[in-house]
């Protein structure tokens, strides 16, 4: 018990973020069901530990996700343990950057979505399985290509946006908080979506790249040493103003792309951010269209 009992808090320490100056309220995570399992809590403890100083291997990962699908099988009712798989799926697809491993990548998003979708048919408004189908609906599109995935637009969109509503916070990672990502998966859906009148008639989206910059803006004054949201900051800007290099918001994005340059990746999907920046610094002005995943066609009214 005494195992469980520790795990217990380390786990909420890091997953709650403390009330802040925007008086939001901490979400805790309920971890009593895997407390049932003390070596498999043992487990899941010693690799949470790991992940807080160092980046975990694949491997390490797919522990920690068969860990969650064991106790899954075994309490069905755990909503907080189907995002959890779910973050942990998305983690470990985003460790994937070769385009010849992107068919192993969306069978893990896809299990992934499958484990937050249950979670959704069992309370259909609980904010971090919404928020995890967002994110892996949105990193299973760049796979597929972002017109054949149009559909999941507004699924993707209001996931992001009901975070941004909420009362709730929370650190996923010491650079990466949930509203953060929330506003970090805005401004990539406002880039990628086109803004087209007949998308928007079909589907009710549409893009809009100056909002997808305020929304980049807005994610990185929560998670400023994120390398990933300074990459895509500076990937929005570029998109607008790659014709410009005096203009102020160009150097801007220079600038970004440095900062994310100096910044130690603390998981593989960061290490990949932070390698991608020097491609943007290569192509400036082919970065509309841009996904980790491959770039997608552009469309124009």
Known sequence: MHIVSNFCRVLVAVFILPISAQALDSYEVNTKPLFKYPSLAKEFQRLH???????LTIK??????????????????????????????????SSYSSEDDFPI??????????????????????????????????????????????????????AFFAVTRSSYNMQFRPNVSLIGAAYYGLGLFYRLVPD?????????????????????????????????????????LFCKYHSDNDHPEYKAAVKHLKTAQGITPIDKPQEVCVKETYKIEKQTDRTCGYTQAKYQEEVKE
Not at 49 to 55: A, G, H, L, S, Y
């Open 49 to 55: 530990d790991k992940f807080q100083k160092v980046p």
């Open 60 to 93: 390490e990962h797919e522990q920690r996700i068969d860990i969650l699908e064991t106790v899954l099988e075994k309490e069905g009712k755990w909503l907080d343990g189907y995002w959890l798989h779910g973050s942990e799926s998305f983690i470990l697809a």
């Open 196 to 236: 087209v009148f007949l998308v928007d008639w079909f589907w009710g989206i549409r893009g809009n790249l100056s909002k997808s910059i305020a929304l980049h803006k807005k994610a990185i004054s929560y998670d400023d040493n994120n390398p990933c949201s300074l990459l895509m900051l500076s990937v929005a």
């Open 105 to 158: 990548a969306r069978n893990i998003l896809a299990n992934g979505l499958q484990k937050v979708e249950t979670c959704l048919e069992i309370k259909g408004d609980h904010l971090l399985c919404r928020f995890f189908q967002g994110s892996l609906l949105a990193k299973i599109s760049s796979i597929d290509g972002i017109f054949a995935s149009l559909r999941h637009g507004k699924t993707i969109h209001d």
